[in-house]
């Protein structure tokens, strides 16, 4: 049994996963290495232990996809158990769930003709003579006792309380006396439990790595088993600061390496909500944690088009309903490229998880089939507006204020948008835009120059160098508030542009966005086209 390629689609537990599309091969392998020589080295020490690293990226940004792949491709080398906690929380006790799942996965992998009836017994049946005694210690509360436990009656099997014991007085010594011996003794059935516990995981593991079962037999399998505990900072409090003790004090083994997957900032809030918003919930992690790895998130074309419909922009779909979305003039596989390239660009520079990067694809691909016919769009004003009505409302709602059909300002020391920060490669898309223009013959646009206006125009070919975001949204302003909108025979004169010398970077992209007939479409259909998408719920 061969492991499957992280560039090839997998399923895992009946579930279609894509290609890796992250570069999550590198990290799998970067920790592996790390982790083998890390958990090997804890078993040559004196005091052996377990290694348990926390595994931190946001919600969104792929970590059950990361581990799932991980742990598919660790199975044939070493032993593997996934526990999805979240699914769990139900549970009163998350030791019952990893035990149950350790016994569950490492017993699959095991060639049971080396067991023994009694091994099997031991096996199937893992915890149960010692899971009582190990839970009651771990949720007992010494100085919680009924003190009327403490009044047995020698002769009798019941209790009698203090009401009933006409001529007995309360001896406090010998209660404190009966109190301590309790305590110790529940003490040492908690440490016999858990050394027992742990010798029978260890003896599991052994078995999984030297009799595996089937196809598994075809490779070495080696130590460390690898346990992955995901989506742990979805818990209820209690249930996860139970795992976390649970992982500490009861499967600190050696041999096992824990990864805890985790949105940890998450973690920490639901760490708070326990114990108090003045916690110090970093340092209370730091116990559990031996290290921690952090993921890093960089949204690509590549991934938006594995994971999004884009077929709206197959068939000449937009070239049969004479739209286009400016400045994105290419058809076919052009404009898919230029499309996803440009959601990557604005996701990286809002720093949206994957998650949330493909949702603003799929609801700017639905907005796409919403445009009407004979239209021109500019998907990138749609697209900025977009994602902030998805992820950052009060930004959208700023700009909704100024944003309609007599007026539409950016004032950069009012917007918190920061539009001007970076640089979107826009030079990039608007050389493309020129090249592409001269191939629209064929397009039915609302707006026509004539012929010596167009030539005109398209040879004025520069490199854009000058526009950034915050130029672009000023120049589209710039046509939607022109009062008129026709275009003329000598129109450039409209942007400042007798046809004599140098041209300015944004006097050609407002001719260029006047050409293609942006202002066709007014700022209240940019907002009642979001509007719609909000229709369709985010996947």
Known sequence: MCAKQWNEEIKIDGVTYPADQLNRKQDAELLTKILVRRSNSNREKPNKSSYVINVNAEWGAGKTYF???????????????????????????????????????????????????????????????????????????????????????????????PSTQNNKSLDLSAAMEAMTTQAFKEHSDYKKGVKELKGTIKELVKYSIEKPKG???????????????????RCRPTYAVEMLEAIKHIFDIEGLVIVVSTHTEELQHTIKALYGN????????????????????????????????????????????????FPLLSQGDDIKRQLSSLISEISNWQNLAPRSAIQLADRLLTSIELIGEEKTVDILVLLVLLCLYMLNKPQYDYMCSIFDEQRFEINPRVTDLKLSSKQLNLPKYLKEMLFAAEKLDGINQLLKLESYEKASLMNLKINFSDIDLLTYFLSFQSVLNRSDKAIKPGYMHTFGYDGRGAIHDYQLLEAQMTFFGLSSFTANDYLNLIGLTSKFADS
């Open 67 to 161: 581990v799932k792949r991980w742990a598919e491709d660790l199975k044939h080398e070493h032993p593997v158990v996934y526990i999805d906690a979240w699914s769990n929380d139900f549970m009163d006790s998350p030791i019952i769930t990893v035990l149950a799942e350790i016994q569950e996965q490492l017993l699959e992998t095991i060639d049971k003709s080396h067991l023994t009836q009694a091994k099997r017994k031991s096996f199937k049946n893992i915890g149960i003579s010692v899971l009582p005694k190990i839970l009651a210690a771990l949720v007992k509360r010494y100085g919680g006792f009924d003190i009327e436990d403490l009044f047995v009656d020698e002769n009798s099997d019941t209790c009698t309380s």
């Open 215 to 233: 196809g598994l037999q075809a490779t070495a399998r080696d130590y460390p088993a690898f346990i992955f505990i995901d989506e742990l900072d």
């Open 278 to 325: 003045d916690f110090n919930a970093d340092n209370y992690l730091r116990r559990f944690f031996d290290t921690k790895y952090h993921l890093d998130v960089g949204i690509s074309a590549s991934l938006l088009e594995a994971n999004c419909d884009f077929t709206v922009l197959d068939n000449n779909y937009l070239e049969q309903k004479s739209i286009l979305l």
